[in-house]
């Protein structure tokens, strides 16, 4: 019986620290759950950040191209205002410039009537010159 007795004592340590074991074991696979808990946590955590981030994104992307849509009108607008403008400015000098044309023909002719009136009373100078002389 003694043999028995030694392996039941033998037996015995051997379930104690199987036990302790077991305990350990389980306290291991609760923090491991609480750990992989707190892990999915704040993978759901960081997932919703990035929603957000990327709704910004979008948010901000579509400001940014009705702001370029806005400024890509205003620009043609002006550039038509501008065109027309010019056109408008260019069609004023090309009527000044006729009459600005039409003016100087008529200094012209001015002129050469002034030059020949000149030359007539030269002439009519020289033969009274020439008369006294005489």
Do not use: C, H, P, Y
Not at 6 to 15: C, K, M, P, S
Not at 44 to 55: L, P
Not at 67 to 88: L, P
């Amino acid at each position: 019986m003694m043999a028995e007795e030694v392996d039941l004592r033998f037996l015995g340590e051997q379930i104690k620290r199987l036990q302790g074991d077991v305990r350990q074991l389980k306290s291991d696979v609760v923090q491991v759950r609480a750990d992989s808990a707190k892990v999915e946590s704040d993978l759901a955590s960081v997932k919703a950040d990035i929603a957000r981030v990327e709704t910004n994104l979008e948010v901000f992307r579509e400001f940014v191209n009705d702001r370029f849509d806005r400024m890509e009108a205003r620009i043609d607008s002006n550039f038509i205002t501008v065109t027309r403008k010019i056109d408008a400015l260019t069609v004023r000098v090309d009527a000044q410039s006729e009459q600005i044309k039409a003016i100087l023909d008529q200094l012209k002719v001015q002129s050469d009537q002034i030059k020949a009136q000149s030359d007539q009373i030269n002439m009519i100078l020289t033969e009274i010159q020439t008369l006294k002389r005489k």
